[in-house]
């Protein structure tokens, strides 16, 4: 089995920054795909961004260029760097991980508030 272990959400203010971790542990084989979901009230879940293990990468055009996905293949954890937050991107964020063509995990979420 495969834990996601989300860290990094919170409070702040529109136009802060904030960072997003999550730690991948169990079974993780070598080619994989990491992201980014949210899902804000009354609202269904949503890709954010994503990025494979060779550094491939994706953004949901509501983020492109304010938001950056990144990892670190040797300890199974992917970043998500938020900057310029809008109230819009209010939202619990989930991490996700496929692996084996069809096998997803998720994690537990973290909450990510932007007053305005």
């Known amino acids: 089995q495969v834990q996601l272990v989300e860290s990094g959400g919170g409070l702040v203010q529109a136009g802060e920054s904030l960072r997003l971790s999550c730690a991948a542990s169990?079974?993780?084989?070598?080619?994989?795909?990491m992201g980014w979901y949210r899902q804000a009230p009354g609202k269904q879940r949503e890709l954010v961004a994503r990025?494979?293990?060779?550094?491939?990468?994706y953004y949901a055009d509501s983020v492109k260029g304010r938001f950056t996905i990144s990892r670190e293949n040797a300890k199974n954890t992917v970043y998500l760097q938020m900057n310029s937050l809008k109230p819009e991107d209010t939202a619990v964020y989930y991490c996700?991980?496929?692996?084996?063509?069809?096998?997803?995990?998720w994690g537990q979420g973290t909450q990510v508030t932007v007053s305005s």
């Open positions: 169990g079974r993780i084989v070598s080619f994989n795909v």
């Open positions: 990025i494979t293990s060779g550094g491939n990468t």
């Open positions: 996700h991980l496929r692996q084996d063509v069809t096998d997803d995990y």
